[in-house]
């Protein structure tokens, strides 16, 4: 018969042995998932407006003057000064083939064409242009690994090399061509940035830990945390219940190792502690995960409930991002407080060996809350180093501190106007040349790119004439042209009757700029206050509308999701502190944090880096992030800070709790602040940008708010802070 300690002991191997073995299998299934995860993505604009959005409905009212929707790839062909013969006939060669450019399985660029290749000359005599007019429905679909319109623009950027050989200079671009340069941008995701990321935070953590084997324990714990989110984002999306873009899964990747390697280092930190008092690795883990537990779950709640409200968004990439990052911070939850203590746990009576080459040390005797709770405060700030140092300094000077760094947050905030989220031209989202942005320059200088992808108005019947002179008296528009019977996907024929669908007719736009420059947009939002004056019930549409409203949009998402994050988050600060003016002040701390942030974050985008702008979703993001996972580092701090305050009051309990935790906080922040910085090896301006905001807010947060800020000004308010219940705080001494 086994004893009780040793049939407890064989359980405890099998619930251990049980849970490795289960995220195993998900790591298995999970690992395979992230590979896929491009497949489900949706990188169109399009699909991410509201049904409300103006172009949406143009567009679907558009769509019944054009049997197919077309999705255009255009091939430019420029010469060194005139084109000679033998090079416009290259072009036109090349023009007349192609249809039977191979895409792979059997299939032709044919295939998917609706209407043959046409060159056009430009009036200059300087280059020819090839349009390509692929099937916007087949363009999107799946060909082996990719999707038809990055095989089809593939399949003509190798194709133009007899072009290139006739001293032409050639490049693909068009929405098919930079649709096909931003997958391929985002391809560096499934790899390079989750390699980048790994390699970032196993260096901190051999930093932190010294050891041979903890750093790989805590970074299997984020690699299967990655896992089983992936498998999770895959399902949804497959199935069409959530939408997946580039940014969504970069963000997941990031967000899933650093919330994950952030609670394991505090339960780390916390079984290290008790494993001074404590002989047995079980009892020890179990004292840990009992006091993480609640500081650990209210930041994952924090940051779920932060991100969710971002399904308050009218752009589906918004919505979409709140419910797959949340996803990616639950199972961050569950693969620390599950998996890593079973690989901490798993050596069983040698467990502690794990911390091999600095294994904790016994103390002399005693229980860790008698024995540490009744040391003299001195003493341990002494033992703390730097961190009890800086609890020191903050127990002298309280008023000082908090005054000093809030002046500096103040003066930091009043950059934030300089900070320019209006939106950027296409061109401008690429950090590296891509040819799709060469193709676009070289197009703007011998064609008139309006009429690439002009604007679209759909209006009454009887208010043609009305429409057409309103769009043609505002400045940067080019033309204004009825579609004709005659005009039906070819050139308009001005003797025709204009087309009539339903008592509406079309009349197409073009601008003098590029339908993928800001300044094309500008025109469009003119065009519609012109357009709307003439004929209420007009719309008007067009890819340059579509990025109008999406900018608009964004706009009124930050508008309502900013105050929906900021009560979600002040709600569950309010349970955890069981307090209303600590949560109060924490809240206040970090917005002033956030504006801080994003004022030098304007200064270094405008005078170092030289960005032309920032995508309108920019500061939305850059809130989210910021305010829900800057919350984090006080709250870690903040739950301690309670825990001593229960026995030792206020004051000490705040220079108690910032020397204890100081260490695991800002290791927990450098890793944080890391691994989005590791988003920058992806060349797109979006990403870079979030890169830099979220890493050098969470830093700011780290080193400055959770550090100076919070506890000076706790430390100043002493036992008021816990006000209206404050009851279980002794007076301080």
Known sequence: MLSNSRRAGVLRGLVILGVIVVWFAIGGAGGMSIGKLSEVQQNDATSFLPTGAESTRAADLAAGFRQTDTLPALVVAEANGAMTPDQLSAVQQFAGRVGSLPLGDGRTLGDILVAPAQAIPSSDGQATLVTVALDATKATEQLGDQRVVNAAVAALRDAVTPLSDQGLSVHVTGPAGSIADLVDAFGGIDSLLLLVALGVVFVILVLVYRSPSLPFTVLFTSLFALSGAALAVYQLAANGVLVLNGQSQGILFILVVGAATDYSLLIVARYREELRWIQEPPRAMYRALRAALEPIAASAGTVIAGLLCLLLSDLASNRSLGPVAAIGIAAAFVAALTLLPALLLVGGRRARWIFWPRMPK???????????????????????????????????????????????????????????????????????????????????????????????????????????????????????????????????????????????????????????????????????????????????????????????????????????????????????????????????????????????????????????????????????????????????????????????????????????????????????????????????LFLAQIAFLVAFGVLLDTLVVRTLLVPGLVHDLGRRVWWPWRGRIPADR
């Open 362 to 684: 016994p103390a002399d005797s005693g229980d860790p809350h008698d024995v540490e709770g009744g040391e003299e405060l001195e003493h341990l700030e002494a033992r703390t180093g730097l961190w009890g140092r800086v609890a020191g300094v903050i127990g002298r000077h309280p008023r000082r501190v908090w005054v000093v760094t809030a002046v500096f947050l103040v003066a930091a905030s009043a950059w934030v106007p300089t900070f320019r989220a209006q939106g950027t031209s296409e061109s401008d989202v690429f950090l590296t040349k891509v040819d799709s942005v060469a193709g676009e320059k070289a197009l703007a200088r011998h064609f008139e790119a309006g009429n690439v992808q002009p604007a679209t108005v759909v209006a009454p019947e009887g208010e043609l004439d009305a429409v057409v002179s309103a769009a043609r008296s505002v400045p940067g528009v080019q033309s204004a042209t009825p579609v004709t019977q005659g005009g039906q996907g070819g050139p308009p024929d001005p003797n025709a009757p204009p087309m009539v669908v339903d008592g509406r007719v079309l009349v197409e736009v073009a601008t003098q700029a590029a339908a993928e420059t800001q300044q094309a947009q500008d025109t469009v939002a003119a065009l519609r206050g012109a357009v709307h004056a003439a004929a209420p019930d007009a719309l008007v549409g067009g890819a340059a509308a579509q990025r109008l409203d999406t900018q608009q949009t964004s706009a009124r998402d930050l508008r309502v999701i900013v105050p929906a994050v900021l009560v979600v988050i002040l709600l569950v600060l309010i349970g955890l502190l069981r307090s209303v003016l600590a949560p109060v002040l924490i809240v206040l701390a970090n917005l002033l944090s956030f504006g801080a942030t994003l004022g030098i974050s304007a200064l270094v985008f405008n005078h170092a880096f030289g960005f032309p702008g920032s995508d309108a979703t920019v500061p939305l993001y850059g809130f989210v992030f910021l305010v829900a996972l800057g919350i984090d580092y006080s709250i870690f701090l903040m739950t301690r800070v309670r825990e001593e305050s229960l026995e030792h009051g206020t004051r000490s309990g705040v220079r108690r709790g910032l020397a204890v935790t100081g260490g695991v906080i800002t290791s927990a922040g450098l890793v944080l602040a890391s691994t989005f910085g590791t988003l920058a090896v992806i060349p797109l």
